[in-house]
């Protein structure tokens, strides 16, 4: 078993110590960090991701996945900026105004994180403006808006409105997703593409970047 192979074994089982040790193994070895991340960690969650949607893996599997491969990715970070690697993307994730939920968006931005792009998590009850400014400030390419109340769906339109006033809804992609959130909803409110859960929503980030 190569080293890349021994961190994608960790990530999949769940062991922290084991995915940070082979991937500190892995840079002494002089393994590229870009390799390091696309053949260990990133395909390691997207092997997750595949268990979680074929019912072998839940989500206390999926999380202790992932805290496995942010063990890994720790070490990995310095070495990916200094090697200019490129990411698959900036995503400014938050749950939306008046809902204070956060283990949704949580696993949302880990998987997403595994799949190799850069998150700015904006935590809960984030008003609008926080989501427009991120777009301003030209540094993310894909918003990711969290709700798990009905109460709380429509600051999804209120949000994607917010960026069509402020002139900035085509410098984005909007993927909008929580347990009352359906695909019918996120036409309606202008969203594009809704992701049903944690492993749909990275396939969906990586289809609506690549567009």
Request: glycine share 10%.
């Amino acid at each position: 078993m190569n080293q890349t192979e021994t961190i994608f074994k960790a990530v999949v089982e769940g062991s922290a110590p084991e995915a940070r040790a082979g991937v500190e193994v892995a840079m002494h070895a002089g393994i590229p960090a870009g390799e390091i991340m696309q053949n260990g960690l990133v395909a390691a969650m997207t092997e997750v991701g595949r268990r979680f949607e074929a019912g072998e893996y839940y989500v206390p599997e999926m999380l202790i996945s992932a805290r496995a491969m942010q063990a890994g990715l720790a070490l990995l970070k310095p070495l990916l900026v200094q090697s200019g690697s490129k990411s698959a993307g900036r995503v400014a994730i938050g749950t939306v105004k008046g809902d204070l939920h956060t283990i949704g968006k949580d696993l949302v931005a880990i998987m997403l994180e595994g799949a190799g792009f850069e998150i700015i998590d904006l935590g809960t009850d984030v008003l609008p403006e926080r989501f427009v400014a991120e777009v301003q400030s030209g540094n993310v390419n894909l918003i990711s808006l969290s709700a798990l109340l009905t109460t709380t769906m429509p600051a999804m339109a209120t949000t994607i409105q917010a960026l069509k006033t402020a002139g900035v809804r085509d410098k984005v992609k909007v993927m909008v997703g929580g347990a009352p959130v359906t695909e019918a909803f996120a036409a309606q409110v202008g969203a594009d593409g809704y992701g049903h859960d944690a492993s749909a929503a990275v396939r969906l980030a990586r289809n609506l970047v690549s567009h």
